[in-house]
């Protein structure tokens, strides 16, 4: 016998719970979901290596609507959680963005003007402003900050999944520990989900959360879809001396970036110089880089950080869309029931409240229905029209 279900989720991290959750409770659905995660621990997952931050500094109109709402859900977690979910841990100490040359700087006051246009609270700041709100970042050779004074910071991501995992299941979704290896296609339709233990599902609709794996699992269904896996190094490291205020996720010009994670420890990160490309279990470690690159720059941007000690790092995956490094959401043209929920880059934890409400409108519904999120759509990719997005860290 072969199973059935309305809407199967490749894909059980971040995205994949979002989907089911918002899916599970919207009025116009009342059909069957099948969650599919090849590995429970989520030991390979960009979900499980994130550093769990959401900011408004962002170059495009969809992307700062996008991360408006995911604040909206973290401030306002009670109207969609339940009053009997814990509180997600939000900490707000905002983005700082360092320019050092005067195409990043023009590319930071172009944003800016969005960004404040859209009711965001961002502020340029000369490089005085900066050493007069932040006295142990070194100014040298600054011609620009730009700091998110709201909505931005770390929450608490992993405490959101548990929580959508726990009420997609008492409202019925399943969930199963599976490894999809074949999607079998009519024309534009999907119609049966293959697993590795050689058993299949019919499907009424599929939806690709697996991340950085998403293009294997589009090409299963013989479809293209230009998401890679890049390589992200992050560094946790502890202070000999606590710095005297909250430093602000700071990313300095060669795009280093630290955060505070406690009052005497940091967690710094860089991407891989590569690029895109790595095969998606590739979690080798480039060890060099933290005594080349990242300490230095550390040290050489904020004086105090000379003193630090590492205590560990970790390799994970940005899933990149290669066309414009943002997401690809929305049904496949050439399949119309196989839904994509791609190509985050290191945005995705931030971004999961909205399109898991926006993919549930849209297979619920067959349009969005509060935020559009149609400029996100596979369209774009076909047409060779990218969204350019100046804002990647
Ligand atoms: C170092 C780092 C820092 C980051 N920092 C931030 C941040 O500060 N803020 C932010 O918003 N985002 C950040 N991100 C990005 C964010 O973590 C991702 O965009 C997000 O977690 C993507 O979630 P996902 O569910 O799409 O993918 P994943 O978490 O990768 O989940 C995909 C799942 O699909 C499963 N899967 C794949 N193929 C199959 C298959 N064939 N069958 C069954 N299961 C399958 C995998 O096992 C996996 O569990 C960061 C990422 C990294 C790596």
């Known amino acids: ?115 404040t246009d859209l009711g965001a609270g961002t502020v340029l700041l000369s490089p005085e402003e900066i ?12 011609l620009l900050g730009s700091l998110g004074t709201r909505d931005e910071g770390y929450f608490d991501g992993h405490g959101i999944l548990a ?68 390589k992200a ?4 490291f502890d202070v000999a001396e606590p710095l005297p205020l909250d430093l602000p996720l700071t990313i300095t010009p060669n795009g280093v970036h630290v955060r505070p994670e406690s009052r005497s420890s940091y967690l710094a990160g860089c991407m891989d110089a590569a690029g895109p490309g790595a095969d998606y279990d590739d979690f080798q470690m480039d060890h060099a880089l933290w005594m080349d690159l990242v300490w230095p720059t550390l040290a050489e941007r904020i004086p105090v950080f000379e003193r630090i000690k590492l205590r560990t790092d970790w390799v994970g995956h940005y899933a990149i869309n290669t066309l414009d490094h943002n997401a690809i959401v929305g049904a496949h043209p050439e399949a119309g029931n196989f839904y994509l929920c791609n190509g985050f880059s290191g945005h995705g934890l931030q971004q999961s409240p909205a399109m898991g409400r926006g993919l549930a409108e849209l297979i619920a519904t067959g349009r969005y229905q509060t935020l559009d999120l149609s400029p996100l759509g596979y369209e774009r990719v076909a047409e060779r029209t990218p969204l350019v997005e100046r804002a990647v860290i």
């Open 233 to 236: 190094y992050s560094f946790l």
């Open 163 to 230: 929580i959508w995992r726990e009420q997609a299941k008492a409202a019925g979704v399943t969930r199963r520990t599976a490894e999809v290896t074949g999607l079998r296609r009519t024309g534009a339709h999907i119609t049966t989900v293959c697993l590795a233990d050689g058993s299949t599902i019919t499907a009424g609709a599929v939806v690709n959360c697996s991340g950085p794996s998403a293009a294997y699992t589009a090409q299963m269904a013989g479809l293209d879809l230009p998401v890679a896996p890049q």
């Open 1 to 115: 016998m072969t199973e059935r279900f309305d809407v199967v989720i490749i894909g059980g991290a971040m995205m994949g719970s979002s989907v089911a959750w918002w899916l599970s409770r919207h009025p116009d659905f009342n059909g069957s979901i099948l969650v599919l995660e090849r590995d429970p621990t989520f030991a390979q997952a960009s979900t499980t290596h994130s550093n769990s931050c959401i900011r408004q500094q962002f170059g495009s109109e969809i992307n700062i609507r996008i991360s408006q709402f995911g604040a909206e859900f973290l401030k306002n977690w009670r109207d969609y959680l339940g009053s009997a979910a814990p509180k997600p841990a939000f900490r707000e100490f905002g983005y700082l963005y360092l320019a050092a040359d005067e195409p990043f700087a023009d590319a930071l006051r172009a944003n800016h003007a969005l960004q």
């Open 131 to 142: 050493t007069a709100r932040y006295p142990m970042i070194d100014p040298t050779g600054l």
